[in-house]
Structures are given as C-alpha cells and as structure tokens.
C-alpha cells in the first residue's frame, strides 16, 4: 500500500495528506442521535485499512465516538501515522469546551487541525465573535491541544476580519470546491497568505452538479488516462493545488480514490477542466436551501 503524499501546513512543519476521508456526508447523524452506528465505524475501519491516513470529522456530524471507536479498535494505525481533523460550531461560545468534549468522543489527546466549520452564527446570540473565536483557537494551539488551526467555509471578508488580529494565519480554509466552484479571489487570497484551500464537494460535477458542459471533457480524459470520472475530478483538484475530501462507504470507491495518489494530470488538462468548468456555477453546501 503506498502512503499518501502530504503537504507542508504555514504552522511549524505540520503535514496534511493530500487527500481526506470525510465523515461529514455519507455517514453524519441526527443531532441529538445518541446511539452508536456501527455502520459508520466499520466504513472508518475500511477508509483505514485501505490506506486513508486524513480523517475528517466534525462535531456536526454526531458521529466522533463512531470515529474514535474505529481509532481505538486499529492499533495498527498508530496516531502520529494519522492526520485528525474537527471542527466546531454548534459550541462556538466556548472553543476550550468544545474541544474537550471532541477529544474525549474521539479518545485522542490532540488533534492534527482544528477547524470552525463555518462563520455564519449569530455573534449576539452565540456572544462571541469571529476574531474573539480565533484568537480562543490560538489559545488551544499554543497549549499543543492541536498541531494546527483553521477555518471552513469562510471568504475573504471573515478571512481579514482574522487576518487583522491573527498571531497565527489559519494554516488551512475547507471549501465546497470543484470546476463549477472555483473562485478565482479566493485561491488568491489563500496563495499570498500561506492558506491552503482543502476541496470539499469535489465530485459535484459527476453527482448533484451534473449535467453539465464538463461531461465530454471528463469522459475524452477518462479514456486518455484510463481512469475513471471520479479519479480525473479529484485528481484535478490535487493538479489544482488543493487537498481534497471525498467519502464513500463502499471499499472499492476508496480504493478508487486513492488510487490518484498513482498518476497526474497534464498542465494543458488541468487547465481545459478549469475553463470549462467556468461555463458552469453550481453550489450545494451552505446555500439558503442547506440545513445543516
Ligand atoms: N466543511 C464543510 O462544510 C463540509 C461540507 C461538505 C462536505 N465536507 C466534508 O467533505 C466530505 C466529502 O464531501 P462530499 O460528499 O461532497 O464528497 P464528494 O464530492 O467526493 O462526493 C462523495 C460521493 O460521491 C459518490 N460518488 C463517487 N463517484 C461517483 C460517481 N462516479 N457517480 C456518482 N456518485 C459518485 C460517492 O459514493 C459519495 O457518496 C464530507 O464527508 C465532509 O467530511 C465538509
Ligand atoms: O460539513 C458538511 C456540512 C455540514 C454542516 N453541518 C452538518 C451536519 C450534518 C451533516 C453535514 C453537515
């Protein structure tokens, strides 16, 4: 099994895999849901055996005892191979807490990056805002409680509201990105500030974004390749400059998946998917129709 490549993090030599193990969308929980799934930790069991070492988790998704559950029963995967991320949101008010709680449901004692997943709340009814957040954030990474911190969701705007009282730079911005999601500004911001945009959604072409005018253009470099529509779409997110998150409950896609660790695509190609895919605009997460 070949490891996956990694990426250096703007915070003191921290790697991230190029490529993540979501546990966000196949496989979150009702809010509130106490009850383990055991479908969920065996698939986590999976993405690990066949080789994911990036997990990304949430406290959203309910489901960090099912994900710590799948850490404790794979000893042979020890923690400092494996690359945990989190985010928090509902408990914004009070980042040291909510940490807390995450470590204890994933049974780690840190975790690799630390994420608020989103800057939409509400900072009169939460009573904390975006910087005041962040700088709790910088707290918990000078105490070595996570190697690294960032945001999820964010743009420019709520990126220099940061910017301006940051001692540390978010080291990573998790994005919905994919060819019908690429904003331009934004991948310029995260290049002169050192922020490295994690794609997340990057197969929308192929599921909810589809059709659309990329169709022929994925299907001519399938068959120049050999690989399939899933691996060209999150290959070029690689060949982009991105790290990406997929998921799937089913060993084979994983192993799909991984499998772009194995070939790249040409510079001319990278570029045709980008152009095209500017002829469409589609976003699924964080729109006014999510619930989250
Ligand atoms: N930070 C956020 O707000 C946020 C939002 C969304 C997702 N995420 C993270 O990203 C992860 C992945 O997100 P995603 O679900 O959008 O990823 P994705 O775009 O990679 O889609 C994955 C889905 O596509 C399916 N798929 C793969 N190949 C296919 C094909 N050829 N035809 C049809 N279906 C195919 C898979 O079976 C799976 O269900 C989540 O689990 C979560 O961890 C984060
Ligand atoms: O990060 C994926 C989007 C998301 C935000 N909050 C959630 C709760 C459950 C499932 C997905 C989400």
Do not use: C
């Not at 988790?57 to 850490?71: D, S």
């Not at 009573?127 to 999820?152: C, F, M, N, P």
């Not at 002169?192 to 929308?204: D, E, K, M």
Request: hydrophobic share 35%; charged share 25%.
């Amino acid at each position: 099994m070949s490891t996956v490549p990694t990426i250096k993090l703007n915070h003191g030599g921290v790697e991230i895999p190029i490529i993540g193990y979501g546990l966000g969308t196949a496989h979150f929980k009702r809010a509130g849901d106490e009850t383990l799934d055991p479908a969920i930790t065996t698939a986590t069991q999976t993405a690990l055996s066949v080789g994911f070492t990036h997990l990304d988790g949430a406290e959203a998704y309910g489901n960090e005892p099912e994900l710590g559950l799948a850490l404790s029963s794979s000893p042979q995967y020890p923690r400092s191979s494996l690359f945990i991320t989190t985010k928090l949101y509902k408990s914004i008010s009070s980042p040291s807490e909510a940490l807390s709680t995450s470590l204890k449901k994933l049974g780690v004692d840190y975790i690799d990056l630390y994420l608020i997943h989103a800057p939409f709340w509400d900072e009169n009814e939460k009573g904390i805002t975006i910087e005041q957040a962040w700088r709790e954030l910088e707290g918990l990474y000078d105490k070595g409680l996570v190697k690294a911190i960032g945001v999820s969701n964010f743009g420019i705007e709520e990126l220099e509201r940061i910017r301006k009282v940051a001692r540390v730079l978010p080291a990573v911005n998790q994005v919905e990105y994919h060819p019908y999601l690429q904003n331009p500004e934004l991948k310029e911001y995260h290049k002169n500030h050192g922020i490295v945009t994690a794609a997340y959604g990057p197969l929308i072409p192929i599921t909810k974004g589809a059709p659309g005018p990329l169709d022929s253009v994925i299907e001519e470099l399938s068959k120049k390749y050999n690989k399939s529509a899933t691996q060209i779409l999150l290959r070029w997110a690689i060949d982009d400059g991105n790290v990406v998150i997929t998921t799937s409950s089913k060993e084979w896609r994983m192993k799909e998946a991984l499998a772009i660790t194995e070939f790249k695509l040409d510079e001319e190609d990278v570029e045709k998917i980008r152009t095209v895919g500017k002829e469409k605009r589609h976003r699924i997460f964080w729109n006014k129709e999510f619930k989250e």
